[in-house]
């Protein structure tokens, strides 16, 4: 074992250090491109759909018709829970954070899973498929749960954007919200290394499992800094009473020093071409459902954001539109990071099936700055 110390960097926030090589998100933050394995971002938003942009993550490359007709198949008959589960859901309080619950119910699927622990890429991606097929009854269970609303069980003949909004409403939703929830769903699966996901690499890096490292995830998600903010997005947008009050509002923010949720990346320094596609779509969900008023606020926020901070690259992220998108649908607004966790467990499981192929355990240093040789004083002398 070499003695002599690598030259260690301090980079706070990692912001400029690369961890891994991964063939799954290609981002350009300069120029505002977003690829799912060499696939441009507005192709699968226009052209796919969530099932198969999982199986493009998954695979690393898109499946035959058969191949994805199979795909549907396996993930439908998974859609169902366990009467354990659909009775663990309506044991929990009904004003607990819809993110707690997801986390809490997830974590869950482990202890009914007796190969919760094998590490074999057969055994993750068989849990992965659990997990990216039950997380939507888990959601609009306990969502019809606090409500006092009957649980409504999965339509197996569904997609998984349908069928999320039909067990969370018990209607069949229109084709357009249909397409809408599965757009939404292909343009969050996955994001490079993000804290999320970077979180549950750190989880799988030890040789645990994969259930743990996803529950990591969406406990990493909740942030206000991360997927939290799409929740953020919409009280703001509610809290500006008319699109004349919005240049004040943002103002005032900034004199209070305070931060517009929808807003800044970590690696944009230009569009957000999620947020791109997003705001053609909300637009048009927003004209359709009343809530043009939520897309005009939305659009002036984005003008004063861009003189006042357009300079410094702070620009819209896929946040900002997905809360008008997510609301027209009658989505609640905590329910939105839950739903963002419901797409992104696709790219959760996809780093952690692609990382453990060449598994090395993350531990970072840390720059010690604390004191030396301290003497220690007996209780009796303090
Ligand atoms: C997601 O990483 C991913 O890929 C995440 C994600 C994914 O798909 O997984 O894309 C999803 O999490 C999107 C981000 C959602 N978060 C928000 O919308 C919260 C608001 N945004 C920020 O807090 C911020 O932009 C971050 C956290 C997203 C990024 O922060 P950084 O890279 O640490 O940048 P920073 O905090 O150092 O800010 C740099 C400057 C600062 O100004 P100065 O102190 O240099 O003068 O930009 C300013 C910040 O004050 N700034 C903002 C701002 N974001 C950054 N000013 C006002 N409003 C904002 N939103």
């Not at 707690?100 to 919760?116: K, N, Q």
Request: glycine fraction near 6%; include cysteine; charged fraction near 25%.
């Amino acid at each position: 074992m070499s003695t002599v110390m690598q030259e260690m960097h301090t980079d706070i926030g990692l912001v400029n250090t690369i961890v891994a090589r991964s063939s799954l998100s290609f981002i350009n933050g300069e120029k505002g491109i977003l690829e799912y394995v060499g696939y441009g971002i507005d192709d699968l938003a226009r052209q796919s759909t969530f099932e198969e942009t999982t199986y493009l993550l998954w695979n690393r490359r898109l499946p035959s018709r058969v191949e994805l007709a199979e795909f549907n198949t396996l993930i439908r008959s998974n859609y169902d829970l366990s009467e354990t589960l659909w009775d663990m859901i309506v044991s929990l309080p009904r004003d607990a954070s819809p993110m707690h619950a997801l986390r809490t119910l997830t974590s869950a699927l482990a202890l009914e899973d007796p190969a919760a622990d094998d590490p074999s890429i057969e055994a993750n991606t068989r849990k992965s498929i659990v997990m990216l097929a039950k997380m939507p009854a888990l959601i609009a269970g306990f969502d019809r749960h606090r409500k006092g609303l009957d649980l409504i069980r999965p339509n197996v003949e569904a997609t998984i954007a349908e069928n999320f909004l039909y067990m969370l409403t018990g209607k069949k939703p229109t084709e357009r919200m249909s397409r809408a929830m599965d757009i939404c769903l292909i343009l969050h699966a996955d994001h490079g290394f993000n804290a999320s996901t970077f979180a549950s690499l750190v989880t799988i890096s030890t040789l645990s499992d994969i259930y743990s490292a996803v529950t990591t995830a969406i406990g990493t998600l909740k942030g206000p800094l991360h997927g939290g903010a799409n929740q953020g997005v919409m009280y703001m947008l509610q809290e500006i009473e008319s699109i004349d009050a919005v240049e004040e509002y943002v103002l005032n923010k900034f004199a209070n020093k305070e931060r517009i949720m929808g807003f800044g990346h970590r690696v944009y320094k230009s569009n957000d071409p999620r947020a791109t596609y997003l705001k053609t779509f909300a637009e048009g969900i927003a004209q359709d459902t009343g809530n043009i008023d939520l897309f005009n606020k939305s659009q002036r926020i984005e003008e004063v954001m861009d003189r006042e901070v357009g300079s410094k690259g702070i620009y819209p992220n896929v946040d900002f539109y997905s809360a008008t998108t997510y609301f027209s649908l009658g989505i609640d607004l905590d329910l939105f990071t839950p739903l963002f966790a419901m797409s992104r467990v696709s790219g959760w499981t996809a780093h952690c099936m692609e990382y453990l192929a060449e598994n090395r355990l993350i531990r970072p240093r840390c720059d010690y700055v604390g004191p030396h040789e301290q003497e220690y004083v007996s209780i009796s002398q303090r």
